[in-house]
Protein backbone atom coordinates (compact mmCIF):
# COMPACT_ATOMS: atom_id res chain seq x y z
CA UNK A 1 0.00 0.00 0.00
CA UNK A 2 0.97 3.73 -0.70
CA UNK A 3 1.39 4.93 3.05
CA UNK A 4 1.58 8.20 4.05
CA UNK A 5 3.00 9.56 8.18
CA UNK A 6 2.57 12.52 9.83
CA UNK A 7 4.93 12.58 12.47
CA UNK A 8 8.87 11.20 12.92
CA UNK A 9 8.89 11.60 16.80
CA UNK A 10 8.63 8.19 19.35
CA UNK A 11 6.03 6.41 17.28
CA UNK A 12 5.74 7.72 14.19
CA UNK A 13 9.79 6.60 13.67
CA UNK A 14 9.22 3.40 14.20
CA UNK A 15 5.86 3.10 12.10
CA UNK A 16 8.29 4.59 9.40
CA UNK A 17 10.70 1.79 9.80
CA UNK A 18 8.36 -1.35 10.48
CA UNK A 19 5.94 -0.62 7.51
CA UNK A 20 8.75 0.37 4.61
CA UNK A 21 10.41 -3.17 5.99
CA UNK A 22 7.19 -4.94 5.61
CA UNK A 23 7.05 -3.59 1.63
CA UNK A 24 4.93 -0.91 2.31
CA UNK A 25 5.10 2.49 0.13
CA UNK A 26 6.33 4.74 3.11
CA UNK A 27 6.22 8.44 2.73
CA UNK A 28 6.63 10.47 5.84
CA UNK A 29 6.31 14.28 6.97
CA UNK A 30 7.05 16.01 10.08
CA UNK A 31 6.12 20.00 11.17
CA UNK A 32 9.36 21.12 9.69
CA UNK A 33 10.48 19.81 6.63
CA UNK A 34 11.64 17.08 4.78
CA UNK A 35 15.24 17.97 5.27
CA UNK A 36 15.29 17.85 9.00
CA UNK A 37 13.99 14.50 8.61
CA UNK A 38 16.93 11.83 9.76
CA UNK A 39 18.32 9.47 7.23
CA UNK A 40 18.49 6.41 9.16
CA UNK A 41 14.52 5.97 9.50
CA UNK A 42 14.86 6.08 5.42
CA UNK A 43 17.11 2.38 5.55
CA UNK A 44 13.99 0.74 4.30
CA UNK A 45 13.26 2.76 1.55
CA UNK A 46 10.47 5.26 3.13
CA UNK A 47 10.47 8.85 1.53
CA UNK A 48 10.94 12.12 3.22
CA UNK A 49 8.16 14.50 2.12
CA UNK A 50 6.30 17.72 3.10
CA UNK A 51 3.00 17.03 4.48
CA UNK A 52 0.95 17.82 1.81
CA UNK A 53 2.77 15.43 -0.04
CA UNK A 54 2.50 12.75 2.72
CA UNK A 55 -1.57 12.94 2.71
CA UNK A 56 -1.51 12.82 -1.65
CA UNK A 57 -2.52 9.71 -3.47
CA UNK A 58 -2.09 7.68 -0.67
CA UNK A 59 -4.34 4.28 0.06
CA UNK A 60 -3.75 5.22 3.93
CA UNK A 61 -2.10 8.56 6.27
CA UNK A 62 -1.06 7.51 9.52
CA UNK A 63 -1.31 10.08 12.29
CA UNK A 64 1.31 10.09 14.98
CA UNK A 65 1.23 13.97 16.21
CA UNK A 66 0.51 15.00 19.55
CA UNK A 67 -3.21 15.15 19.49
CA UNK A 68 -3.17 19.29 19.86
CA UNK A 69 -2.19 19.29 16.27
CA UNK A 70 -4.83 17.63 14.57
CA UNK A 71 -6.45 20.66 13.97
CA UNK A 72 -3.34 22.24 12.62
CA UNK A 73 -3.16 19.41 10.19
CA UNK A 74 -6.77 18.80 9.20
CA UNK A 75 -6.61 21.21 5.84
CA UNK A 76 -4.19 19.28 4.42
CA UNK A 77 -7.44 16.44 4.14
CA UNK A 78 -9.75 19.17 2.09
CA UNK A 79 -7.89 17.53 -0.69
CA UNK A 80 -7.56 13.87 0.51
CA UNK A 81 -10.23 11.49 -1.29
CA UNK A 82 -12.96 9.57 1.09
CA UNK A 83 -10.95 6.04 -0.05
CA UNK A 84 -8.14 7.13 1.82
CA UNK A 85 -7.83 4.77 5.07
CA UNK A 86 -6.88 6.98 8.05
CA UNK A 87 -5.87 6.03 11.56
CA UNK A 88 -4.68 8.06 14.45
CA UNK A 89 -2.11 6.90 17.00
CA UNK A 90 -2.78 9.85 19.44
CA UNK A 91 -3.48 10.08 23.04
CA UNK A 92 -4.88 13.36 24.79
CA UNK A 93 -2.40 14.66 27.40
CA UNK A 94 -4.00 18.42 28.37
CA UNK A 95 -1.03 19.63 29.98
CA UNK A 96 1.07 18.80 26.60
CA UNK A 97 -2.29 19.70 24.44
CA UNK A 98 -4.22 22.00 25.92
CA UNK A 99 -7.64 21.48 27.43
CA UNK A 100 -10.46 20.57 25.06
CA UNK A 101 -13.58 21.23 26.23
CA UNK A 102 -15.18 18.64 24.00
CA UNK A 103 -13.09 15.50 25.51
CA UNK A 104 -13.00 16.97 29.37
CA UNK A 105 -16.82 16.60 28.75
CA UNK A 106 -16.85 13.19 27.64
CA UNK A 107 -16.38 12.82 23.96
CA UNK A 108 -13.70 10.38 22.92
CA UNK A 109 -10.60 11.16 21.85
CA UNK A 110 -11.17 9.77 18.61
CA UNK A 111 -14.22 11.15 17.70
CA UNK A 112 -12.54 14.44 18.49
CA UNK A 113 -10.24 13.48 15.82
CA UNK A 114 -12.71 12.50 13.72
CA UNK A 115 -14.60 15.38 14.02
CA UNK A 116 -11.68 18.00 13.65
CA UNK A 117 -10.85 16.02 9.76
CA UNK A 118 -14.49 15.64 9.07
CA UNK A 119 -13.96 11.81 8.04
CA UNK A 120 -13.97 8.28 9.57
CA UNK A 121 -10.71 7.37 10.95
CA UNK A 122 -9.45 3.61 13.25
CA UNK A 123 -7.33 4.13 16.46
CA UNK A 124 -4.56 2.42 16.91
CA UNK A 125 -1.06 2.21 18.04
CA UNK A 126 -2.19 4.26 21.05
CA UNK A 127 -2.04 2.21 23.80
CA UNK A 128 1.43 0.64 23.15
CA UNK A 129 4.52 2.82 24.32
CA UNK A 130 7.29 3.65 22.04
CA UNK A 131 9.86 1.21 23.86
CA UNK A 132 7.63 -1.57 23.81
CA UNK A 133 6.86 -0.80 20.08
CA UNK A 134 9.89 -0.38 19.02
CA UNK A 135 11.61 -3.34 20.69
CA UNK A 136 9.24 -6.21 21.39
CA UNK A 137 7.28 -6.69 17.81
CA UNK A 138 7.53 -10.37 17.17
CA UNK A 139 6.12 -12.26 14.24
CA UNK A 140 2.70 -13.39 14.32
CA UNK A 141 2.03 -16.75 15.96
CA UNK A 142 4.65 -16.21 17.89
CA UNK A 143 4.01 -17.06 22.03
CA UNK A 144 3.27 -13.95 24.26
CA UNK A 145 2.74 -11.22 21.25
CA UNK A 146 1.94 -8.27 22.21
CA UNK A 147 -1.75 -7.34 21.06
CA UNK A 148 -2.86 -3.40 21.40
CA UNK A 149 -6.76 -2.33 20.77
CA UNK A 150 -7.64 -0.70 17.26
CA UNK A 151 -11.23 0.91 17.56
CA UNK A 152 -13.11 1.95 14.40
CA UNK A 153 -16.27 2.46 13.47
CA UNK A 154 -16.15 1.42 9.52
CA UNK A 155 -15.32 -1.92 8.22
CA UNK A 156 -11.86 -0.76 5.97
CA UNK A 157 -10.81 1.03 8.65
CA UNK A 158 -10.87 -1.34 11.05
CA UNK A 159 -9.49 -3.95 8.85
CA UNK A 160 -6.70 -2.06 7.35
CA UNK A 161 -5.74 -0.98 10.75
CA UNK A 162 -5.65 -4.44 11.72
CA UNK A 163 -3.70 -5.69 9.15
CA UNK A 164 -0.91 -3.14 9.11
CA UNK A 165 -1.27 -3.58 13.42
CA UNK A 166 -0.36 -7.33 12.66
CA UNK A 167 2.47 -6.28 9.95
CA UNK A 168 4.78 -3.96 12.72
CA UNK A 169 4.39 -6.98 15.00
CA UNK A 170 1.16 -6.95 17.34
CA UNK A 171 -1.52 -8.59 17.44
CA UNK A 172 -4.58 -6.36 16.55
CA UNK A 173 -7.87 -6.62 18.67
CA UNK A 174 -10.65 -5.02 17.48
CA UNK A 175 -12.53 -3.00 20.61
CA UNK A 176 -15.28 -1.45 19.00
CA UNK A 177 -16.37 1.72 17.79
CA UNK A 178 -15.05 4.86 18.33
CA UNK A 179 -17.89 6.35 20.99
CA UNK A 180 -16.54 3.06 23.20
CA UNK A 181 -12.57 3.90 22.69
CA UNK A 182 -12.57 5.49 25.75
CA UNK A 183 -11.51 1.90 26.84
CA UNK A 184 -8.22 2.38 25.40
CA UNK A 185 -7.29 5.89 26.49
CA UNK A 186 -4.12 6.80 28.83
CA UNK A 187 -5.36 5.52 32.23
CA UNK A 188 -7.04 2.17 31.35
CA UNK A 189 -6.42 -1.38 31.94
CA UNK A 190 -5.09 -1.64 28.40
CA UNK A 191 -2.92 1.25 27.54
CA UNK A 192 0.53 0.48 27.66
CA UNK A 193 0.32 -3.03 29.89
CA UNK A 194 1.20 -5.18 27.40
CA UNK A 195 -1.41 -7.11 27.11
CA UNK A 196 -1.78 -10.79 25.03
CA UNK A 197 -4.87 -11.23 22.82
CA UNK A 198 -6.26 -13.32 25.71
CA UNK A 199 -6.20 -10.86 28.38
CA UNK A 200 -7.52 -7.81 26.10
CA UNK A 201 -11.35 -8.67 26.56
CA UNK A 202 -11.20 -8.92 30.20
CA UNK A 203 -9.25 -5.33 30.59
CA UNK A 204 -11.34 -3.53 28.06
CA UNK A 205 -14.33 -4.83 29.79
CA UNK A 206 -12.64 -3.81 33.41
CA UNK A 207 -12.34 -0.12 32.26
CA UNK A 208 -13.74 2.28 34.84
CA UNK A 209 -14.23 5.14 32.78
CA UNK A 210 -14.18 7.86 35.69
CA UNK A 211 -11.02 6.67 36.73
CA UNK A 212 -9.09 7.23 33.62
CA UNK A 213 -8.25 11.11 33.87
CA UNK A 214 -6.83 11.04 37.18
CA UNK A 215 -4.61 7.55 36.52
CA UNK A 216 -3.10 9.18 33.44
CA UNK A 217 -1.80 12.11 35.45
CA UNK A 218 -0.60 9.90 38.16
CA UNK A 219 1.13 7.95 36.19
CA UNK A 220 2.70 11.10 34.08
CA UNK A 221 3.83 12.62 37.55
CA UNK A 222 5.93 9.31 37.90
CA UNK A 223 7.28 9.45 34.81
CA UNK A 224 8.31 12.85 34.37
CA UNK A 225 9.90 12.27 38.23
CA UNK A 226 11.95 9.24 36.97
CA UNK A 227 13.15 10.99 33.51
CA UNK A 228 13.00 14.59 34.90
CA UNK A 229 11.71 15.89 31.57
CA UNK A 230 8.37 16.02 29.44
CA UNK A 231 9.78 14.59 26.59
CA UNK A 232 11.98 11.33 27.29
CA UNK A 233 10.31 8.26 27.33
CA UNK A 234 11.18 5.51 30.19
CA UNK A 235 12.41 2.29 29.03
CA UNK A 236 9.72 -0.60 28.65
CA UNK A 237 10.53 -2.53 31.73
CA UNK A 238 10.04 0.53 34.29
CA UNK A 239 7.05 1.79 32.03
CA UNK A 240 4.97 -1.08 31.89
CA UNK A 241 5.81 -1.99 35.65
CA UNK A 242 3.87 1.71 36.05
CA UNK A 243 0.72 1.25 33.94
CA UNK A 244 0.45 -1.91 35.43
CA UNK A 245 0.41 -0.85 38.52
CA UNK A 246 -1.23 2.06 38.61
CA UNK A 247 -4.14 0.87 35.67
CA UNK A 248 -4.86 -2.50 36.25
N1 LIG B 1 5.47 8.23 23.02
C1 LIG B 1 4.72 7.17 23.21
O1 LIG B 1 5.14 6.21 23.91
C2 LIG B 1 3.36 7.07 22.58
C3 LIG B 1 2.73 5.83 22.58
C4 LIG B 1 1.51 5.68 21.93
C5 LIG B 1 0.90 6.80 21.35
N2 LIG B 1 1.51 8.01 21.44
C6 LIG B 1 0.78 9.15 20.87
O2 LIG B 1 1.17 9.24 19.50
C7 LIG B 1 1.32 10.62 19.14
C8 LIG B 1 2.76 10.85 18.75
O3 LIG B 1 3.55 10.63 19.91
P1 LIG B 1 5.14 10.72 19.90
O4 LIG B 1 5.58 10.39 21.28
O5 LIG B 1 5.68 9.95 18.74
O6 LIG B 1 5.30 12.31 19.65
P2 LIG B 1 6.63 13.13 19.42
O7 LIG B 1 7.83 12.29 19.71
O8 LIG B 1 6.45 14.42 20.14
O9 LIG B 1 6.60 13.43 17.84
C9 LIG B 1 5.56 14.18 17.28
C10 LIG B 1 5.80 14.33 15.79
O10 LIG B 1 4.68 15.03 15.24
C11 LIG B 1 5.18 15.98 14.31
N3 LIG B 1 4.22 17.07 14.12
C12 LIG B 1 3.74 17.94 15.04
N4 LIG B 1 2.90 18.81 14.44
C13 LIG B 1 2.88 18.49 13.13
C14 LIG B 1 2.24 19.04 11.99
N5 LIG B 1 1.43 20.10 12.10
N6 LIG B 1 2.45 18.46 10.79
C15 LIG B 1 3.28 17.39 10.67
N7 LIG B 1 3.92 16.82 11.71
C16 LIG B 1 3.72 17.38 12.92
C17 LIG B 1 6.46 16.47 14.96
O11 LIG B 1 7.24 17.13 13.99
P3 LIG B 1 8.70 17.73 14.33
O12 LIG B 1 9.61 16.54 14.39
O13 LIG B 1 8.97 18.62 13.17
O14 LIG B 1 8.57 18.44 15.64
C18 LIG B 1 7.04 15.15 15.44
O15 LIG B 1 7.78 14.52 14.41
C19 LIG B 1 0.90 11.45 20.36
O16 LIG B 1 -0.44 11.84 20.25
C20 LIG B 1 1.09 10.47 21.51
O17 LIG B 1 0.23 10.76 22.60
C21 LIG B 1 2.74 8.17 22.00
Not at 12 to 20: A, I
Not at 50 to 78: C, E, H, R
Not at 150 to 170: F, H, P, Q, S, Y
Request: with cysteine; net charge negative; aromatic share 4%.
Amino acid sequence: MKIGILGTGHIGTTLVRKLSAAGHDVRVANSRGPDTIDADILANGARAVTAADAVADVDVVILSTPLGAIPKIAPLFASVGTGTVVIDTSNYYPKRDGEIAAIEAGQTESEWVAEQLGRPIAKAWNAITSASFAQRGVPAGTAGRIAIPVAADGKRERDVAMKLVDETGLDAVHSGPLSESWRQQPGAPCYCTDLTCEEMADALAATERARLPKRRDLAIEAIMERVGDSTTNPDSDYAVRLTRALFM
